[in-house]
């Protein structure tokens, strides 16, 4: 039966995720889409719950609640106004790394400071809940269940419509009221009960005093742990099978968290029947082990298929589960079995405590240290056999020889049935042709992302970034087998345009064949800015770019694109960039105004900006948004298309009367065999200023606040086919330069999702 405490503390849950999902957001936009950033927002948020989980059960210590609920709900107030209160803080850190050189640590300290307010006072929570619990006669496991429950509605309805629909800012303001009513109604309920005294433990369910709590904290250690290990690593895998956008990343998480409520509402039933925790936890073990041969697999069941939105994400749902729920409903027993027997504020703090803290260690240790050493399928093997360790441990005796040999089977069958990932195989998704890997030159796992460089089918080199084809080079290089002549010119085009560009900036560096186009038209100093380190190592493989990181004008520098414009000394002639595909996740940074308008400022008064706009892979309404906000900040801007891949790139100039197209300055300062001849590079101007707010006029301004690129139907829309999305593009684009009538079957203000 729902209850009052349930209802409550499910919906409490949905606001707490929904909350760490905005957090996460904002702390990339201030730190980076690095791994460092995304370690760090992760250590500052469960290390507050931490945090505020010990504190709450060292003052509770001595004292009895007699409103537990009221102070459940009480909790939820600072929980709303330092939610709300982070995006101004945030900006404030935004503007002292920005200003003061060498800040970056301190922002990262402060960042961490401020992320970590919050969830202190949602960490307090938990031993608070094991009152109400207590005060109820109710299950903490399953309020606990029911808290995660929510927190996987959360990830959905945040992904899917809070954000979507009001933005970062309105959404705060929105989870923030929410928070409210929820601490309004909790305090209203508990005033109705006149109780003061908490009634006795249900006879069913024996506390274990706190001496005997050392056996507890070793559980939930091992399973916090093994939990993260295996989340990082099995995301790896979905994401190179899926796609890494926003929506992905939610019905992922949502899956996890679901596997985990099921197993809080089930393990008080198991545990009134008497059962033993030990056989569970080792089957957990057991079923890590014997998943993960199924999800090294999934790009085989994904096939890189594209289809109508909604199938697609209920095909991720379906698969997500079928792989991950079963070894993560298991292992989800743990905790909530666990603190099922620990009723005391004190122990409950601990436990959470040490649950918490572990699972950042496991995420810590997968992404720096077993997924580089050792690939996401071996770190896999590890949890399991650590997860299957621990259930050996506190199994009895006369069990262990058989579960023993049971773990080393479900061993060899995992490694048995191990695809050869990294050594003869790697996940793509590509279907069969052309572009299909068939050899491995190298493959590395980071803490980022998966990254490997690889010959095809039809005699092309591929750097494939966690399974998307990031970049190609044909082999041999010739015209007719280039399909990445965009990328050459994303580098020739804005340095022609500028009549002496002597500094130049490439974000996103790839295989390098942009940084060598800039290179090739003569500037005396060129930055090129990667997040992903090893994409530098894996320059060697394209002899395409022409050994450019050897040159003495040539930095390399590994940081995030928009935090390095942020810091970046002004002075730039030519800032270029191609960075992932614009509805990846986390895109939405690198195509916001406010980046455009930062970039802007670190430009020469003559200098000029370059910016890719893929049409094969940007849906119609994503393009003209990026369009419409690239003119916002560039009004002197044209659209450039490749002749020959047919791929946009946005042109803008500092200065308002720079005559883009008309005069290429570049020509007559070098003499390069470049593969276009100048007619068709002033062919190739398709769209001026005034063509280009035509095309941009049906957009919206993408902003940090909206993340219009990463989250709503514009994102859904990029999972449709190539050939549609390419053809929406190409038909508006000729219908605003008049190449094409009003008869034509296309209309711009059709439904996104059809």
Known sequence: MISWPHLLIGVAGALALAWQVIWQIRAALTLGASAWGAALTLAATMGGMSIGAAAAGFLMRNRTLTRPLCAYGALQIPVAACGWLLAPAIQGIERLDARWEGAFALSGALLFSVLAAPAAAMGATFPVMGLVARARRLSLASLYGINTLGASAGALLSAFLLIPSLGLRRASVAIAILNLVIAALAMLADHSRSTTTLPEEPQSLPSVPERGIGRSLFVVCVTGFALFVIEVAWFRSLIASFKASADAFAVMLACVLLALGAAGTVAPRLRRSRAALAPYLFLAGVLILLATPLIERFDYLTGGRREMPIFLIGRWFALTLLGMGAPIFFLGLAFPWIVEGHRAPRPLAWLYSANTLAAVAGALTAGWVLLPAIGWVRASWTAGLLVAGAGLTISPRDALARRAVEILLALVVAVGFESGLGRTRVQSGLPPGPFRPVR????????????????????????????????????????????????????????????????????????????????????????????????????????????????????????????????????????TLEPMPPNFAGM????????????????????????????????????????????????????????????????????????????????????????????????????????????????????????????????HAAHRPIPRIRRENIVWLKKVAGEVSDADDFRVDSDPNK
């Not at 946005?650 to 065999?673: C, F, M, N, S, Y």
Request: glycine share 8%; net charge negative; with cysteine.
């Open 588 to 715: 939405n940074a690198l195509y916001s105004r406010e980046f455009y308008e930062a970039a802007r400022e670190k430009l020469t008064e003559d200098g000029i900006m370059a910016q890719w706009l893929p049409f094969h892979l940007t849906p119609l309404r994503s393009a003209v948004s990026i369009a419409r906000t690239f003119q916002s900040v560039f009004p002197c801007s044209a659209l450039w298309v490749d002749p020959l891949s047919g791929t946009g790139i946005l042109i803008g100039a500092r200065k308002a009367d720079t005559p883009l197209g008309h005069d290429l300055p570049g020509l007559q300062r070098t003499v390069l065999e470049r593969n276009l001849t100048e007619s068709q590079i002033r062919a190739a101007f398709r769209l001026d200023e005034t063509g280009l707010a035509r095309y941009a006029a049906p957009g919206r301004v993408i902003t940090d606040d909206n993340q219009l690129l990463s989250y709503g139907a514009e994102v």
């Open 440 to 575: 491995i030159l190298r493959a590395v796992d980071g803490p980022d992302a998966t990254i490997a460089a690889v010959e095809t089918e039809g005699g092309f080199r591929l750097l494939l970034i966690n399974g998307f084809m990031a970049s190609v080079q044909a082999e041999p290089a010739t015209p007719e087998r280039d399909p990445t002549n965009y990328m050459r010119w994303m580098g020739h085009l804005p340095m022609l345009l500028h009549p002496h560009p002597r500094r130049a900036l490439v974000i996103c560096f790839g295989i390098g064949l942009t940084a060598r186009a800039v290179l090739q038209e003569g500037p005396e100093y060129l930055e090129v800015v990667d997040i992903e380190p090893r994409v530098f190592d894996l320059a060697d493989f394209f002899p395409a770019n022409g050994g450019v990181l050897r040159d003495p004008r040539v930095r390399a520098v590994v940081a995030d694109g928009r935090a390095f414009i942020r810091r970046a000394s002004p002075g730039y002639d030519v800032i």
